[in-house]
């Protein structure tokens, strides 16, 4: 995905500025804005429903908002979606070739080798993805969604599928990624996972932006204690917000 | 869009399978729809059981008309499977044997001799209602071409008699033991001799009534003969075609075997291909800017027309060998298959839009060829002209006809025109594709 307008605020590589999404009468997104810088890592938290995979189809292009725009520096924004999207009956080195043909890359052949040096699936390279298990799947997905080099990356519940092992290597990665300048923006059901790694969280429900900012800052809003909420872990505080909200 | 064809080609390169049943199975289809068309159907085997005494003749006028000749007319007709008794006929009619036994009763040459009653033959069926229709219709049709036989003959038989009565002879050949005859026709002349030479009065008046008798007698009992011509048989057929060039059967059934294979290969191969997309996820990358939706239809549609062409064309050369096809005719072929293979491959990429999964896809392709393709086959007369026009509207909006007239044109000359007829696969190839983007709306 490319040719992105500079929207938001000055160095943001991804901005959302009051976004809406509707399917009929229903309200999946509602007046969502934020920026998201270079390196940063965000999370999207939320119930069932919350709108979180809404959120980064729109982010990508899959989907088109209803009200409000997508902008940003960034030219390019890599979407990994939460179902492998790659072509079972191809080897990994195929549809990764395929890919950034599509993608249309400088030099496809060199970025694959770098694709499969980066995500550890160069022994797996001739092998059909529909023969892999779900987490080498995930990774070659994940492969897919970095192909172009994208200043920034959508990646919508990657952990969801592989075993700890699997999810390590993933988030070593990942952390890679933004050690390096690309900001990533993940959704996940996960919330010990968004609280270990990522340096923000965007808490979705029924399709409103209810909090934006640390793990920390939100497990002191939880518990009314400011930054730090002793005593009480991540998920539990989380749950505690979600419930204070919604008896406000 | 040629990189997308290059890893579509591959995947069907990989799936030997399903390439396998794509080529098969509507090449066996063809070659069973192609015989069923050319072939003409089956005798039914039907139990005879002749009651009637060996050498039974009809006597008329003194001649013997064999009833033997008959039956032979009857048995031709159908797989004759004699037996002796009629409960022998039952048996072979009731075990499945026979699908149905006709009894020719012993009296039925006594019958037809009398003139005053008709001759009956007893007729037990058995199977199913198809079974059953095809039986008794061939039955009765034999039993009518008999009829016919043996009332030519006995107007035969009759016109010999009229002849006799008109221009006189020996009646001898009517197994009459008497002098030369003197004819109707012979009897003015002598009538006139006799007046001539009578004296005037009561006599010679009544001699000029009876010459005038003769005279009518005469002229009337000749036209007779031809009313026994007509009555024997009322209706001739004489044939004749309206317009175009008629198609030979086994011709008509090569175009109607490719048709279906051109059908069946693209119609799959572009409903499966499209939603394969949908199955691997893949659809929703592809068109975040990568590939149009319009631009997806069209690689679809060129993938599955593309390898059906082949196939078709194939089918239709390697056909040829063995039916006598006009090779100088290859442009047209070409042509129509070209427009077949888009119609159709337009159709599919709408149905694999629409099922969104590739089983579903697939069972939609074929819940929709198969009908699509016996519908348009259904002559006109066949059916009720109301059901006939559903049938005809149906047919306009799915290609199969189109591409079957276009075919018949460029294979055998057939009417209508071969230009309409691309039109109309051309405009469904634009209704189709329309369709199909707006099935692929939603990612």
């Given at each position: 995905m490319s040719g992105r307008e500079p929207?938001?605020?000055?160095?943001?590589?991804?901005?959302?500025?009051?976004?809406s999404k509707r399917f009929g009468e229903r309200v999946a997104l509602h007046d969502v804005s934020f920026d998201v810088r270079p390196g940063e890592l965000v999370a999207v938290i939320g119930p069932n429903g919350a709108g979180k995979t809404t959120l980064l189809s729109v982010l990508a292009g899959v989907q088109a908002p209803t009200d409000g725009d997508v902008g940003g520096a960034a030219q390019r924004v890599g979407w990994v979606p939460q179902q492998p999207a790659v072509y079972t009956k191809l080897t990994v080195v195929e549809n990764l070739a395929l890919w950034a043909r599509l993608e249309r890359v400088s030099d496809p052949a060199a970025t694959v080798r770098r694709m499969l040096e980066q995500t550890d699936l160069a022994e797996r390279a001739d092998e059909q993805v529909g023969r892999l298990s779900g987490g080498n799947r995930q990774r070659v997905n994940i492969a897919v969604g970095m192909l172009s080099q994208p200043a920034a990356l959508l990646l919508d519940e990657p952990s969801a599928a592989l075993d700890p092992i699997q999810r390590g290597r993933l988030w070593e990665?990942?952390?890679?990624?933004?050690?390096?300048?690309?900001?990533?923006m993940f959704s996940t059901h996960n919330v010990a996972e968004a609280e270990r790694y990522a340096g923000r969280v965007l808490v979705l429900d029924e399709g409103e932006l209810l909090f934006d900012g640390s793990p920390r800052t939100l497990m002191g809003q939880a518990t009314g204690r400011g930054e730090a909420g002793d005593g009480i872990?991540?998920?539990?505080?989380?749950?505690e917000f979600l419930q204070a909200r919604a008896r406000a | 869009m040629r990189w997308l064809l290059g890893k579509d080609l591959l995947i069907l390169r990989r799936s030997r399978v399903l390439v396998g049943v794509l080529v098969v199975y509507p090449i066996a289809i063809a070659l069973l729809i192609g015989l069923a068309i050319s072939r003409s159907?089956?005798?039914?085997?039907?139990?005879?059981?002749?009651?009637?005494?060996?050498?039974a003749s009809v006597e008329l006028g003194g001649s013997k008309v064999e009833v033997g000749r008959y039956y032979a007319q009857l048995f031709s007709e159908v797989q004759p499977l004699k037996v002796a008794t009629r409960a022998q006929a039952l048996e072979k009619v009731r075990s499945g044997e026979a699908l149905a036994a006709v009894v020719i009763p012993a009296n039925i040459a006594a019958k037809l001799s009398s003139v005053l009653n008709q001759g009956q033959l007893e007729v037990i069926y058995n199977g199913d209602a198809l079974e059953q229709s095809l039986a008794q219709s061939k039955i009765q049709a034999a039993v009518a071409q008999a009829n016919l036989e043996l009332s030519e003959q006995i107007r035969q038989l009759a016109s010999r008699g009229i002849n006799l009565l008109l221009q006189g002879g020996d009646l001898s050949q009517?197994?009459?033991?008497?002098?030369?005859?003197?004819?109707?026709e012979a009897l003015p002349k002598v009538l006139g001799g006799l007046i001539a030479r009578a004296p005037p009065g009561r006599d010679r008046q009544e001699l000029v009534r009876i010459k005038e008798l003769a005279d009518f007698a005469a002229s009337n009992l000749n036209i007779s003969k031809d009313v026994l011509a007509t009555i024997g048989q009322p209706v001739q057929v004489r044939s004749a075609l309206v317009h175009g060039r008629r198609t030979p059967l086994n011709a008509f059934a090569v175009v109607v075997a490719v048709s279906i294979s051109l059908m069946f290969v693209c119609v799959l191969l572009a409903a499966g291909g499209i939603a394969l997309e949908r199955e691997d996820n893949t659809l929703a990358r592809l068109t975040r800017g990568l590939v149009s939706r319009e631009g997806l239809v069209v690689e679809k549609l060129l993938l599955a027309g593309g390898c059906a062409f082949v196939l078709a064309f194939a089918m239709l050369a390697g056909i040829g060998a063995f039916v006598a096809l006009e090779w100088s005719r290859i442009g047209l072929w070409l042509l129509a298959l070209a427009a077949g293979a888009l119609a159709f491959g337009a159709m599919g990429v709408a149905i694999g839009a629409l099922a969104r999964e590739v089983r579903a896809a697939s069972l939609l392709a074929f819940l929709l060829s198969l009908p699509l393709a016996f519908l348009a086959l259904v002559p006109a007369g066949a059916v009720a002209p109301a059901l006939y026009d559903v049938i005809r509207g149906v047919s306009v909006v799915f290609p199969f006809k189109a591409a079957l007239q276009a075919l018949d044109n460029a294979v055998n000359g057939a009417e209508p025109a071969i230009a309409g007829s691309i039109a109309h696969l051309l405009a469904l190839t634009l209704l189709f594709s329309v369709l199909a983007r707006v099935g692929l709306r939603r990612a």
């Open positions: 929207a938001g605020a000055a160095g943001a590589v991804l901005s959302a500025r009051a976004l990665f990942i952390e890679g990624l933004t050690a390096h300048g690309t900001c990533v872990d991540f998920e539990e505080a989380f749950v | 159907p089956g005798k039914p085997k039907v139990a005879i059981v002749n009651l009637a005494p060996p050498g009517l197994g009459i033991n008497q002098n030369r005859l003197l004819g109707l």
